[in-house]
């Protein structure tokens, strides 16, 4: 518990070490994942520009919250991976349904898994050492969750990412007395008993209101679980690669500079005369308006035509044009995009554990080297966010069930789709030419649709539905009389329903209705054989193979 002595000192002293260096970290991520800094980092490179061409740097400077997006585009997998469970225990009365109602709601409009997503993470990334804290409003109706920024922390005590007590920077400032020249500081500070307004006038520190915390316990967590312990604070995701972004950040404004002062092509051409004053500087009494008085054409024309003398000995041409460009040294561009490419790859290597191929287009990327590594790396990201969320979750859920919430148990799915359909689809091929069991091909084929739409969850479930509707879905026989009837008329059948019919419809059901349709076809042995042929993935999105 702080007593006015603690609060005191606190208050007066500088703030520890560990949160200076938190908060010189925290700028440092704060300028990569949003950009802001940059101008003030690039600064000038003594040895090498002057002061205009270092201003011109950080003009143009392409900030990098764009390159980490990229990084970090894996962790999407987290927030669409399948599966995982949220349930809650009560004292009494069972407030489940209710408590979900309100979960759809923590902070303006957002859900708590949006919440995680759109406002943790990027604080997660740039601020580890922040806060989520409940604020409670005054007359005690009404809660959510707000972001607490290390730069507006005094000081605090942590036990993991829990908070014994925290006192905050003032965040209100007042001028008092008869000349307004008295500054007074208003600060607040909470601990399991209370929560404390304070006033600071810079002779005094004093609390000037104490009000009961019902909680029994500081209503925040740490943004950050991991833990630097040379350091003594809390760590992004990215903090290993920290100097790396740096140095693609001021290579990126060299980059830039060089393109715009050597980019474009120099235009050169032999001296000629002006053509309206023929090299006299004037028409008449007045200064040459083609020329502006230097007598020479130093503009082309899409009109012009260069008149090249007979040659004086037979046989030999003309070897220099009249005109041309000099070109930028494609070697300089090609080594600048390349050191570029190098960085970010052992950035993300760094990162993932792997890297990708890359595709026939040079641009593009294509399947990791070891996707493992990458799955590894998502859990452990999603045991951090998974962590982070439970106890939210709870903290949130005291508010409103402070007697009765006895837990929240929480876990996230991890069925991951780190590759893209193409690559999914090419080792579900494999597989299944390689003859491996049903249940394999049928889980890579999910992958498969789950990767195709990831943007489209529905449409994802429609068709991984008819993966267990349709007979013999991989071609590879072995099925019953019945169903080799019942096979042909499959696309049929699949031609007259539309998704949204089938989304409250379990597969059982589906199959049922598929047997009815067959059912009434004409009766015939079909002579249609099965489709052993290798299938291809527009075919099996439009009619399952059939």
Known sequence: MLTLQDITKIIRDQPLPEIKLAREESSTYIRHVFGIGTIEYLKRLDEWENENQAKARQDHAIPNPWIVSELIRPVDNIWQAKGGSLSFRFSGTDMTDDFNDKLKNVRKGLSMRQFMKDVWFQRFLADPNGLI????????TKAELTYKSIHKIRAYDTDGIDVKWVVFESDVTLFEGEKKDIKVELSWAVDEMFYYHVRNDGKEVTITEVIENNFGFVPTIVNSSIYNTEKKIKESIIAKQVDLLNSYLTKNSVKEIYYYKHGYPLFWMYQS?????NGNRKVGTDVCPTCKGSGYS???D???VYLYPKPSEP???QAIPPAGYVQTAVETIEENRNELDWLFDKMFHSLWGTTTEKMNNETATGRFIDVQAVYNKLNEIADIIQTIEQKLTYIFGKFYYLLTLQDVDLSYGRRYIAENPDVLWERYEQARSNGSPVATLSYMLEQFYYSEFSTNPSMAE???KMIYVEPDVHGIGNISPDMEEAKPYFSDWFATIEPVETENLTVEELKKQFLDYVSKQPSRKTTIGFNNNKLDKNDKIINQGA
């Open 133 to 140: 804290f409940l604020e409670v409003d005054r007359d005690g």
């Open 273 to 277: 005369l002006c053509p309206t004053c």
């Open 298 to 300: 130093a503009k082309k």
């Open 302 to 304: 899409v009109t012009d």
């Open 315 to 317: 046989g030999i041409d």
């Open 462 to 464: 429609y068709y991984i």
